[in-house]
């Protein structure tokens, strides 16, 4: 029977468990998809009678990530669960990553009966200390007449605010028993599944002031990050930009804006040594006067070290946490949600006098263009594009020809970050590239790629991951195939820790024994689990298979044999001999 057909909400209390009520609460909230292996049992066997299907993951980490690239490309709160114990503990650095990316999740974690709390039960683990430094909220429900009350809770905190994980501890038994509800007492109908729950606006006398600095700098910037994508404030973005200001993004924000327009400086940060794309550009944003940061945690990377910025600017600071506005740079505050605030801001320049920011667009979009051109000129004269074996810019070059503006990449972390950040092309402001920069773990990529193609089964979703880290996840091929979720997944198999063996080197001159691999055919697994899997070896091949996998109904594992030398242009390594080598 089709799930979707059933009652969404219970139409009686009688013999309604505690997971029923879960279920139509969570239901109640809009959510269709819970990441979840087989506990906790009763919700599972209860969530088709709410319109909600399992997308079974093998491995708790894993669905985590599953949870919050979901969460990226849906706009709504994702719900994860877990069992007690080992299990949960498996859930911690999925969390991790959505607290300090500001990503709503709410997981469910089956907790052992409360009968048996604090008597050594089977798998019973403090949770509240667990989940204490990866949570924003972390809540046992102790009666199951109030699971209503906790699940708006959970959905209020995590889609309130700074957006970040929830963790509701829910015991075994509650889930069994059947709650004492009086069928006649006022029931919730509140819906808080989708982000930002809660619209705030900054202070206008600020707005205001911040319009008078952009409209009378001579070299203003717009630095967009990642709570660009989570206010979904990307049209503000564009039409800010409109006015002729220039916009970069950091790697979250990447796709905030078209990076197509003449006004686009495309991805700045850590990597903009000869090869980035940006790295003609660097004196836009170290010699601007007056620098706009949106939804911009100004992080090492982005910053470059805390390098890259300009130190005697004037910094306006928008963000949703007043606690990350002048972190690392004293700023004017803006307190508020990205979209209600920058459309505001956009407002309050056009009463300004724009004529000194009209007059210099011109130039402004000359300088732009001649900083792209002169990257082109140096990949021509760096980089052999049709060397064996590969180079990831071979790779990112041809990926980039066939993506669509609907086209949604995920990476893992470390080099697939970089490489997609930097060589890929956001061809419409909204565009989703989906990395791992809060705390940048590896193993990230295929998860991600199946949250993403969980939320949009339509669009083409391809994720690029190293060999190191698609071994983190080898397993989730099968979860790929068993929910029928077809994405690609491009392996950089340089049979090396590419970031950590680099860095050793540039840092060392030398390297640890574990960045080098035995060789390992990422193509021949993906097969025996009943995917499909290429290897490619030569660049010419690379192409032609791309595009056979884009149409493929299956998942669909490219494992393509790379340069261990080949690195992205990262700052740090410019001039360095040792990876020479």
């Not at 998809?33 to 049992?41: A, K, L, W, Y």
């Not at 997308?55 to 980490?61: Q, S, V």
């Amino acid at each position: 029977m089709n799930v979707m057909s059933k009652p969404a909400t219970p139409t009686t209390t009688d013999n309604m468990t505690g997971a029923h009520v879960l279920a139509a609460a969570l239901s109640r909230h809009g959510v269709k998809e819970i990441f979840g292996q087989s506990i906790p049992s009763a919700l599972f066997l209860a969530a088709p009678d709410y319109g909600i299907r399992q997308i079974g993951y093998r491995t708790e980490n894993a669905g985590a990530a599953m949870a919050d690239a979901f969460a990226r490309v849906s706009g709504k709160v994702s719900v994860v669960t877990a069992q007690n114990g080992p299990a949960a503990t498996l859930l911690v650095p999925g969390l991790a990553e959505a607290l300090k990316a500001s990503i709503p999740i709410v997981a469910i974690v089956q907790d052992v009966s409360r009968r048996f709390t604090d008597k050594n039960a089977f798998q019973e683990l403090d949770h509240f200390a667990l989940f204490g430094g990866v949570a924003k909220w972390v809540r046992r429900v102790a009666d199951p007449a109030r699971i209503d009350d906790y699940v708006d809770m959970a959905f209020a905190v995590a889609a309130t605010g700074r957006p970040g994980p929830v963790v509701l501890l829910v015991p075994l038994d509650v889930l069994d028993e059947r709650p004492d509800i009086d069928p006649e007492a006022p029931r919730r109908d509140a819906r808080l599944g989708t982000f930002p729950l809660d619209r705030t606006v900054a202070d206008p006398t600020r707005i205001a002031e911040a319009a008078r600095l952009i409209a009378k700098a001579k070299r203003p910037l717009v630095i967009a990050g990642g709570g660009v994508h989570s206010s979904q404030a990307a049209a503000e973005v564009e039409a800010l930009q409109s006015l002729g200001l220039p916009v970069a993004t950091t790697v979250m924000g990447k796709g905030a804006v078209d990076e197509t327009n003449p006004l686009s400086l495309g991805v700045v940060g850590y990597f903009m040594a000869p090869r980035g794309r940006s790295s003609h550009l660097r004196e836009l944003v170290t010699e601007a006067d007056v620098v706009l940061l949106i939804g911009n945690r100004t992080n090492q990377n982005g910053t470059d070290s805390w390098s890259l910025y300009p130190k005697d600017a004037t910094f306006i600071h928008l963000d949703i946490d007043g606690g990350e506005i002048g972190r690392n740079y004293e700023a004017m505050r803006l307190a508020g949600d990205a979209k209600l605030t920058v459309a505001a801001l956009t407002q309050a320049l056009r009463g300004e006098d724009l004529s000194a920011i009209t007059d210099r667009r011109k130039a402004l979009e000359d300088k732009i263009a001649a900083g792209r051109a002169a990257h082109q000129n140096d990949m021509k004269k760096l980089v052999d594009l049709d060397a064996s074996p590969v180079r990831p810019e071979r790779l990112m070059a041809d990926l980039d020809s066939v993506l669509t503006p609907d086209s949604i990449v995920v990476a893992d972390a470390s080099y697939s970050s970089i490489w997609v950040a930097n060589f890929l092309t956001a061809r419409r402001a909204g565009q989703r590239f989906i990395t791992p920069r809060g705390i940048a773990g590896l193993g990230w990529g295929l998860p991600y790629a199946l949250g993403a193609k969980t939320a949009r089964p339509d669009a083409p979703v391809v994720c690029l991951t190293g060999d190191g880290g698609f071994g983190h996840v080898w397993s989730e091929m099968e979860t790929a195939r068993r929910m029928k979720l077809p994405v690609v997944v491009i392996v950089l198999n340089n049979q090396i820790l590419g970031y950590q063996k680099h860095a050793e080197l540039s840092l060392f001159g030398n390297f640890t024994d574990v960045c080098d691999f035995e060789a390992v055919d990422h193509a021949a697994i993906a097969r025996a689990v009943g995917c499909r899997g290429v290897r490619v070896e030569k660049p010419e091949e690379f192409l032609g298979v791309l595009v056979e996998a884009l149409a493929a109904d299956t998942l669909t594992v490219i494992d393509v044999v790379t340069d261990e030398r080949a690195h992205p242009p990262i700052t740090s390594f410019q001039g360095k001999e040792a990876l020479d080598y």
